[in-house]
């Protein structure tokens, strides 16, 4: 039996370690997880090479929390909301097989983490990630360029799934798939895998760690570039930061494995833009520069964002060194022939700088748009795979296969296994059902050409309907979504400025407000914070400026921001951070985690709230996750490599006085139970009073939400106007503001209360 040497150091911190059970078990699960050991190629000095056996974890009780969340999806639901009422199905996808063989070990000596092996696979063919680490970013920008053929970007890992499944996909499903792309995609541009809303949705709805994501695929997928979306000086976040914290986030991002950054800003507002490239390039990535595309060039009559806006601003950012230029088509707007003189103009002026085109594919002309952007000149283009294009999502990937083969823009991607990728993604599609799209959208949509609604904001912004009780009146947002983004001054609209414009809808459908009676009242309405910080200049300057006097009506006497926000931001003190952080969790606290925190500081602590309660929970397979195991269901868990749970769903228990219900498993045949808190039957108990709309005085909720601040006390004189609480729904915040000068009277509320539409708030006398 293996143990550490009693002479040993390890024997003399760890006391008696043969004799200690205790201290033997976590070591003996180190060697059991050692390739190494596994693979049968030890020598004596196998213990002395391995020193890493030694760093022993606790044996913690995981079985026991993941028992608890569990019962606690069983009794309650998902702990993830739900938009429509659909159950996961209930068939598991196949995963594609690969050879067997050889290892493949990447050159990775650049980043902090270390990659393992992949033993049931043998090594991958070339990519053209080994071209970068070769040759590096200018060298891998060159031999893009000088290709023949078209090259593909697949979005399935990230754009994609937040397209169609409201960014709901996990890391579990996304590791199934990922060695059969390396093996058999290996001359794909890139794999867009992070960045956008995977970040924030990682952590805040499928309850993982966005970087232990990048960490895992990197692993499994190491010879194709990884690509991610930054927000220019909003990073992977909704405002701005400081900059050393975007200049921090890029380079931890880059020792996890990230490659190519596309750096784009939600107003085109150049500054934020330098500040992003700087960040990415100073990290040793790949820098694209995304121009965000609306209107049309093509017509006549949409001039605001002419063709000459989009090569002047081309031009400024192949001067500030973008190693590779993207054209970031986020609503789908680009016809065949926009694409053809948007991309032809830009070729020619910029003769050796590599173009990279993407779209989505809402009004069912996307394939067409990218075949003329090929053909115009564009050297990559952004695809998904067949069942997990279309629609909202980006082009198919196997139409553009078949419709370049035997051309000179021929992908050299072979359509088979096209097919063998789309069949995996078509069943695991099955099991975000509660989240699709097609629940409610069944086709493309032409519409979008007038609401100008983002790919990836369509299915989030339909989910907030429901989540509002707007779910039936989608259209009507939809329709004030082209209202409100006139009333902003017509903006660029890609997150977070489409965040802002579908605010503003929102709000106006939820209080049946026209584009004309808002203007009319914008100096006495409660408008949701985003907008607000808009005007305030928080996000940066639109193109055109302003729009007047909205801006002056809404603001009154708040602070304007003038030039870029983030550069009056003092810097981001990490080290004060990461004391706060091992303060408040414990020293399991990583530098990804700190940058977590700094990116979102409540979504983070949250999540770590959740781990210490459930423990990990990314060891369970989709279904399980969402939906909880059925009564009488057996199935297994693998905690870690070699250690299985087998569990099955007994019974649950009746409501208690207290609240609870208990439930009954068994895990490796021995009875276990937990004691579940059962929330909907706590709600049933406590009734919210209604705000009365003709007494005033009387503050109800404008929408469904929980309180996140509430900003004056029982007792407090109050003036017209005034904040009185802040609200938050699926990412949207409302300030609540005073009708009426008065004092406050009751509170029916505290932080975190979850309200409906008109609860009651709290109550004004007023003066006399």
Not at 90 to 105: A, L, R, T
Not at 464 to 492: P, R, W
Not at 513 to 529: C, I, K, T, Y
Request: net charge negative; glycine share 8%.
């Amino acid at each position: 039996m293996l143990s550490p040497p009693q002479g040993s150091e390890h024997g003399r911190l760890h006391g008696d370690t043969a004799g200690d059970i205790r201290t033997n078990i976590p070591f003996l699960q180190n060697v059991l997880s050692n390739d190494q050991f596994l693979y049968g190629t030890v020598d004596t000095q196998f213990i002395d090479e391995n020193q890493d056996l030694f760093n022993l974890k606790p044996v913690q009780n995981r079985a026991q929390r993941l028992l608890h969340y569990l019962g606690h999806v069983m009794v309650n639901g998902p702990t993830t909301p739900i938009p429509v009422k659909a159950k996961p199905s209930s068939i598991d996808p196949v995963i594609p097989s690969v050879p067997m063989g050889k290892n493949y070990n990447p050159p990775c000596a650049h980043l902090r983490y270390t990659t393992p092996t992949t033993p049931a696979h043998r090594r991958p063919p070339v990519g053209f990630r080994d071209v970068l680490l070769r040759e590096g970013p200018e060298g891998f920008a060159r031999a893009v360029r000088r290709h023949d053929g078209l090259l593909l970007m697949d979005t399935t890992f990230r754009d994609a799934h937040q397209s169609l499944l409201a960014t709901r996909v996990r890391t579990h499903d996304l590791k199934n798939i990922a060695p059969f792309v390396s093996h058999n995609f290996s001359n794909l541009f890139s794999v867009e895998n992070w960045g956008g809303a995977t970040f924030d949705v990682a952590m805040r709805f499928l309850c993982e760690c966005p970087w232990r994501r990048l960490q895992e695929l990197r692993a499994l997928l190491p010879n194709v570039p990884f690509q991610m979306l930054l927000r220019g000086a909003n990073a992977v976040g909704y405002t701005n930061y400081p900059d050393n914290a975007v200049h921090k986030f890029c380079e931890v991002a880059r020792e996890n494995g990230m490659d190519i950054f596309r750096v784009f800003d939600s107003l085109n507002y150049l500054p934020n833009m330098l500040l992003g490239m700087e960040a990415a390039g100073a990290a040793g990535g790949v820098v694209e520069a995304a121009v965000s595309y609306t209107g049309d060039v093509s017509d006549p009559m949409r001039q605001k964002y002419s063709l000459q806006y989009y090569l002047d601003l081309a031009e400024e950012l192949v001067k500030a060194g973008t190693h590779i230029l993207a054209i970031k088509d986020m609503a789908g707007l680009l016809k065949p022939e926009s694409s053809r003189l948007l991309i032809g103009s830009l070729r020619q002026r910029l003769p050796d700088m590599p173009l990279h085109v993407h779209t989505h594919d809402t009004a069912g002309a996307g394939v067409a748009a990218m075949l003329a952007c090929a053909e115009a000149g564009a050297d990559i283009v952004d695809v998904a795979v067949d069942s997990m294009a279309g629609m909202t999502s980006q082009p198919s990937m196997g139409a553009i296969v078949a419709c370049t083969k035997g051309t000179k823009l021929n992908t050299g991607i072979a359509l088979e296994k096209v097919f063998d990728y789309s069949e995996y993604w078509e069943v695991t599609r099955g099991l975000y059902a509660p989240f699709d799209c097609t629940a409610t959208m069944k086709s493309g949509n032409a519409d979008v050409y007038e609401n100008e609604i983002p790919g990836g904001q369509y299915t989030n912004l339909h989910f907030q309907a429901h989540s509002m009780g707007l779910g039936n009146k989608f259209k009507e947002v939809k329709k004030s979504y082209t209202e409100a983004n006139k009333l902003l001054g017509d903006l660029i609209k890609v997150t977070p400025s489409s965040k802002i414009v579908g605010d503003l809808a929102q709000f106006m459908v939820q209080n049946s407000l026209s584009r004309a009676e808002v203007e009319e009242r914008a100096d006495e309405l409660s408008f949701p914070l985003s907008v607000v910080e808009f005007l305030q200049g928080h996000i940066g300057i639109p193109h055109g400026g302003f729009p007047e006097p909205f801006r002056s009506k809404v603001l009154k006497s708040l602070p304007r921001v003038e030039g870029r926000p983030g550069a009056s931001l003092p810097p981001m003190d990490f080290q004060a951070l990461e004391k706060q952080l091992r303060e408040s969790h414990g020293d399991d606290i990583s530098t990804e985690d700190v940058m977590s925190a700094a990116m979102y500081p409540k979504v983070f602590q949250e999540f770590r709230e959740f781990t210490s309660t459930f423990g990990p929970v990314d060891c369970l397979n989709t279904r399980l996750f969402l939906d909880g195991p059925k009564i009488a269901e057996e199935f297994e868990v693998e905690l870690e490599r070699g250690k299985i749970l087998h569990i099955k769903a007994l019974a649950l228990g009746d409501l208690n006085k207290a609240g609870q219900r208990e439930v009954f498993f068994e895990l490796n045949g021995q009875l276990r139970s937990v004691l579940v808190k059962d929330t909907v039957a706590m709600k049933e108990m406590h009734f919210h009073p209604k705000a009365l709309k003709d007494v005033r005085g009387q503050v109800g909720a404008p929408m469904p939400g929980k309180v996140v601040e509430l900003r004056v006390e029982e007792g407090q004189r109050v003036e017209r106007g005034q904040p009185l609480c802040v609200l938050s729904a699926m990412k949207m915040e409302t300030v609540v503001n005073c009708p009426l000068s008065g004092t406050v009277t009751k509170i029916y509320v505290s932080p975190d209360s979850s309200l409906e539409g008109d609860d009651l708030i709290l109550e004004i006398s007023e003066n006399e």
